[in-house]
């Protein structure tokens, strides 16, 4: 998915639920902070625009957007991508992402006012989902330089005290094996002779 396919996403998810405020949450959130010709090919795969409402408590919105333009509906069958509804409640993010997500000025999205997720709040969002093309997103956004481990590293730690233990230590491996990786790729340093 590109930014003009995404704003169109978003358009469309407005005008359904008369909510501007659209925030994605997927992996296509990335595209609020990158251009797609900026982008490793696996980050922009996907057909898919996660996409939830801060005001959906009942599910509404997100159960109106899924019907109207979800997966195999006319919208997707149509133009070959579609939004997902989701809950925003249904995502683990860590503390503090509310003040972290951003928006853009994409004029093609309006009367949407998207906001998306900090690259980093989305790395460890797609870590705790934890599924075989979350890590391959995240891998490539580490090989590139887009993410930083360091950081992974400090908003795995803001993580909720809640959070299933399991899948939080499963990112702390993933972000420990990334870095020992990176350390063991360095050029050795030869100890000098004087």
């Not at 992996?27 to 902070?33: D, K, N, T, V």
């Not at 900090?118 to 969002?125: K, M, N, Q, T």
Request: aromatic share 6%; with cysteine.
């Amino acid at each position: 998915m590109n930014r003009q396919q995404l704003a169109h996403v978003l358009r469309a998810a407005c005008e359904i639920t008369g909510d501007a405020r659209v925030l994605v949450v997927g992996s296509q959130a990335i595209l609020g902070s990158f251009d797609e010709d900026n982008l490793p090919s696996s980050a922009t795969a996907s057909l898919e625009a996660d996409i939830a409402f801060f005001d959906d408590q009942s599910r509404g919105k997100a159960d109106a957007v899924e019907g109207a333009i979800g997966e195999f509906s006319a919208f997707h069958q149509m133009n070959g991508y579609y939004a997902e509804g989701i809950h925003i409640d249904t995502v683990v993010l860590p503390k503090g992402w509310e003040d972290r997500v951003a928006g853009w000025t994409l004029v093609s999205s309006q009367p949407a006012e998207p906001l998306f997720l900090d690259v980093h709040d989305l790395g460890i969002a797609k870590l705790m989902a934890g599924r075989e093309k979350d890590l391959e997103f995240v891998g490539a956004l580490i090989d590139c330089g887009m993410l930083n481990l360091g950081v992974l590293v400090e908003r795995c730690e803001l993580l909720p005290e809640d959070a299933h233990s399991e899948a939080v230590g499963r990112v702390r491996s993933y972000l420990r094996s990334r870095a020992d990786s990176s350390v063991e790729e360095s050029p050795d340093v030869k100890p000098s002779s004087g």
